[in-house]
């Protein structure tokens, strides 16, 4: 994969930026589930760990400045006035893509580095850990959580009852995982098991 490609670049961007739009108020359910499985086919496909440090960074940059953009609008009170802060919106737009973005690209680069065969897995176990992470760490900042893009879908959604939105998140990248190894893998096994997972989350959202 030709990194060095500007279009590869800005289309990293618009992936993570299309997932924030599974969060309210839009709930675009498949725009999410879909950028997710294209990072995960990117990072798949990644034949250095720096360059899944750079596919992660920039899908995470993109998720975060999209998905915290509104905060932008505190900073606009009184922007008339010698008061304003509307000066720092360039600020947390690059703060959100350059820092909030290591919570993608760390994940995507020790799972290439570590991950050897089962690179991917290693990526959802990390990307699990580090969502965690943003919970509490430098005073916790747990919005955009993945597992958060099911909230209009009751069945699915009563899981974070039993693993909180962090399982929900890892169980939902399992299922983009699953996905992806039967289309293009052609492989059954691991998808048949993350299935009966999936079927005993919605059953346990039913009863």
């Not at 050897?116 to 176990?125: M, N, R, S």
Request: charged share 10%; proline share 3%.
């Amino acid at each position: 994969m030709a990194m060095k490609k500007w279009h590869l670049f800005v289309g990293l961007f618009f992936l993570g930026s299309l997932a924030t739009y599974g969060f309210a108020p839009d709930y675009f359910l498949w725009g999410a589930l879909a950028s997710f499985f294209a990072l995960i086919y990117f990072l798949d496909t990644a034949k250095t760990p720096r360059e899944s440090f750079a596919i992660g960074h920039l899908f995470g940059a993109g998720y975060f400045v999209f998905g915290l953009a509104w905060i932008t609008n505190a900073l606009q009170v009184d922007a008339y006035t010698y008061t304003h802060f509307g000066w720092l919106i360039p600020i947390f737009y690059l703060g959100c893509g350059l820092f909030m973005g290591l919570f993608f690209s760390l994940p995507s680069y020790l799972s290439r580095k570590y991950g050897k065969t089962k690179k991917i897995e290693l990526f959802i176990l990390l990307f699990t850990l580090f969502e965690w992470s943003r919970e509490w760490i430098f005073t916790g900042l747990p919005w955009n959580k993945l597992g958060a893009i099911w909230l209009e879908t009751p069945l699915v959604i009563q899981s974070v009852s039993l693993f909180w939105t962090t399982g929900l998140s890892s169980m939902t990248l399992l299922l983009i995982y699953a996905v992806y190894m039967l289309i293009l893998k052609k492989k059954w096994k691991t998808p048949l098991v993350v299935i009966a997972l999936w079927v005993g989350l919605i059953f346990y959202g039913h009863r």
